[in-house]
C-alpha cells in the first residue's frame, strides 16, 4: 500500500474547518469524496492540523493511503479536476509508509491579514480582517515581540482541557505593513486553540490603547484567558507553511 503525502491550498470561507464533522461541510469531507473516486476506493485523509469555521490555508499537508498505482502527476490533475475551486492539490508525491502528516510535522506558520482603512475593500471579503482605524505599528511590534521565546501560552488559548501541555516555542513573530495592508507572520512549532487570534486580538487591543505593549510578559505569566484581549476574527487568519524539517523551522 502506497502512502501519499499530498499539499494543497483552500479558501475556508465556504467551510466549517478542516475535520470532518457530522453536521457541516468540511474540507476533509470534500477531499474524501473526490479522492475516493479519483482512486476508485473509499479512504480516509489525514490531516496536519485543524482549522476553525472560515479560516484559510496556503499550505496544508494531508496523507492518504491508497493501493491506486496513479502516478503523482495524474493523482494531481484528476483530483483537482474533482474538486470545487476553492480546494486545489498543489503537489503529491509517494511518502515513507511510517509518514504522518500530523505526527511527523515539526511546526507551522501562520499569517494574519489586516485591511486598515474607514473604507472596506470589495476584493478583500472574508479574506482580510476590515480595522476601521490605522494599526499603532510601533507598539503591536513592542508588544509581538515578547511572545517570541518558550513559553506558556494557556492565557492565549480558548479551551485548554485537551492538551497536555500549553508550553508553546514561536520563533518569530513579524508585522509587515504595505499601505492600508497589515500582515502579521507566526512560526513556532505549535498552537493551541485559537491562540493566534487572540495574540492578534490583544494586539489590536494594545494599538488601540486598552492593553500597554509592556503587559505582554505579565499577561503571558497569568495564564488565564480573561487577561488577554479580544479574539480576532476566523478569516483573516491562513495557515501559510507546515514544516516536516527543524532547518525548514528555524531558518
Known sequence: MRNLKVFIAYRGTNYHGFQRQSNAVTVQEILERCLSKVLNEPVTVTGCSRT?????????????????????????????????????????????????????????????????????NPFATDLM??????????????????????????????DCSNVSTTVRTIYSFRIENCGDTVIMLVKGNGFLYNMIRIMVGTLLDVSEGKINADDIPSIIAAKNRLCAGRTAMAHGLYLNRVFYTRNELTE
Do not use: M
Open 129 to 158: 480582517l476590515h480595522y476601521r482605524r490605522k494599526l499603532n505599528l510601533e507598539k503591536v511590534r513592542k508588544a509581538a515581540s515578547y511572545f517570541v521565546g518558550t513559553h506558556d501560552f494557556a492565557s492565549f488559548c480558548a
Open 52 to 120: 476553525d469555521t472560515g479560516v484559510h490555508a496556503r499550505q496544508f499537508c494531508f496523507n492518504v493511503r491508497t493501493n491506486s498505482k496513479i502516478s503523482c502527476l495524474g493523482f494531481t490533475r484528476g483530483v483537482n479536476g474533482e474538486l470545487p475551486d476553492d480546494i486545489s492539490i498543489l503537489s503529491c508525491e509517494d511518502a515513507d509508509e511510517s509518514f504522518h502528516a500530523r505526527f511527523d510535522c515539526v511546526g507551522k506558520e501562520y499569517v494574519y491579514k489586516l485591511h486598515c482603512s474607514e473604507s472596506k
